[in-house]
């Protein structure tokens, strides 16, 4: 919504929003663009403008919904005015999947751009150094991220299935979404119907390592391109080197061309991102030995791994983790990144999902890699049923049973009074959150000259 807002204003637009909790970065991004931020809800927030465009977050009885439908002002979801202002003169390149749309959909318009393809492209995190996740672009392709969440309280299909796509990325399908969901089949369904949205000169590029997308390649009405470590992928990779600038891979194309290429990036599920990535700059015609050397200059994401203080002792990192996969990657990535230094993860339940007692045992198994853990508050815990929601201090025991030191607390002062207390010296502390967290990270930073006082002879 805001890259979207960003873009209408620079074209002459005059544009305003509301919402209910704004932090950065993209409260950082509104503002330097210009962009008057309301906040919270109200229905005097609603100005007399030629078009709503209203978040699939909003629903009846929220104030500005009322008083858009009340004063009869033309409205839209954001999926139809992307596919209206921006899609239909473009070819776009879909990248949908559970996990790695932001990373995998900022590699690929990274690549597009070096190659000279002047791409569009609309990344939902915001790529290092970039002033934009979004622009329009002047060339054909367009690369954006294929979100399967609802696209808003008026109309309950998939936002990707507006988006008319030239190529689909598919990388993994997992169950999220709990609040609109009620199992993986009916997720699988939704991406089953992208897939038949592609026309026969477009193309699907499906991960080959994935259980549970093996048919999708034989159902596609198009050409099929698999990517992964699989041997039998036309797209494959490994790791060859870890380093303390990121990984070494070796890369085989579908043309039969094999390099080898550096990543600023760690970790298995970056693997998987590049990958796809790499196959779908091919598809597109830009030569593997361009592909290589724009891999090695990707700028990395904002709150994807991304490192906000280190100082050869203490390592502090920032994640969107939202998914108990996500945040198994991360943890993993980490350990694989500094060995023998100890992992403290510090855990916001938030999305819709994690919230919710769904993933309870999967959530335990997410934080094994780390040595040490503290959950926060449950994002908006009273407007979930109680037998509905995260029983954190069942996670919290079952953690304790398993040798690891785990806390709950809820007071964001209080958690960094306990990573001060618990924290050892030489320590990676990782936040993860797909929210603010309360402003922890900024509290973090103030104080790290404090904790590393307190532990220095930890």
């Known amino acids: 919504m ?21 932090y950065p970065p993209m409260s950082d991004f509104l503002r330097s663009r210009g962009i ?17 465009v209203i978040g699939n977050a909003l629903s009846r009885n929220n104030p500005e919904v009322e008083a858009v439908l009340e004063k009869r002002i033309p409205f839209v979801s954001l999926p139809e005015l992307i596919h209206s202002q921006i899609l ?12 790695g749309k932001t990373t995998t959909s900022a590699i690929l318009a990274h690549i597009l751009l070096q190659a000279g393809f002047s791409p569009g492209y609309m990344i939902g995190g915001l790529p290092m150094g970039w002033s934009s996740g979004f622009e329009a672009g002047s060339g054909r392709w367009f690369v954006i991220e294929g979100d399967e969440y609802d696209s808003a309280f008026f109309d309950k299909r998939p936002k990707f299935l507006h988006y008319q796509p030239q190529v689909v990325v598919l990388n993994n399908v997992e169950f999220d979404h709990a609040d609109i969901y009620s199992s993986l089949e009916e997720i699988y369904t939704q991406f089953a119907r992208l897939v038949q949205l592609i026309p026969r000169n477009g193309c699907l590029l499906v991960n080959a390592d994935e259980p549970g997308l093996e048919g999708f390649p034989e159902r596609a009405p198009c050409p099929a391109i698999t990517f992964g470590t699989n041997a039998e992928a036309d797209v494959r990779g490994e790791i060859t080197e870890i380093t303390s600038e990121g990984m070494e891979i070796r890369l085989g194309f579908a043309s039969g061309r094999e390099l080898v290429c550096t990543a600023p990036l760690w970790g298995d599920h970056q693997l998987s991102n590049l990958l796809s990535a790499a196959a779908a700059a091919e598809f597109t015609g830009v030569p593997p030995e361009k592909i290589a050397a724009a891999i090695a200059t990707f700028p990395g994401i904002r709150r994807r791994m991304e490192l906000k203080y280190s100082d050869g002792h203490r390592w502090i990192y920032d994640d969107f983790a939202h998914h108990p996969t996500a945040i198994k990657a991360v943890l993993t990535s980490l350990k694989k990144r500094h060995p023998e230094i100890q992992i403290v993860a510090v855990l916001e339940p938030r999305s819709n999902t994690m919230v919710r007692n769904f993933f309870q045992d999967e959530i335990v198994e997410a934080l094994q890699p780390a040595d040490r853990v503290i959950i926060g508050s449950i994002h908006r815990r009273d407007g979930i049923p109680p037998d509905e929601r995260l029983n954190v201090d069942r996670v919290i025991e079952r953690l304790r049973l398993g040798g690891k030191e785990a806390f709950y607390e809820e007071d964001i002062d209080e958690i960094v009074a306990l990573l001060q207390k618990k924290t050892p010296r030489d320590a990676v502390i990782v936040m993860l959150s797909n929210g603010a967290f309360s402003g922890l990270m900024g509290k973090l930073l103030a104080s790290r000259s404090s904790l590393l006082e307190v532990n220095k002879s930890r």
């Open 2 to 22: 805001a890259q979207i807002a960003a873009w209408l204003k620079n074209s002459g637009g005059e544009v305003s929003g509301s919402d209910e909790g704004v």
């Open 88 to 99: 239909q003169s473009k070819l776009p390149i879909v990248v949908a999947g559970t996990h």
């Open 36 to 52: 008057e931020i309301r906040s919270p809800y109200r229905a005097e927030n609603v100005p007399s403008v030629d078009t709503a």
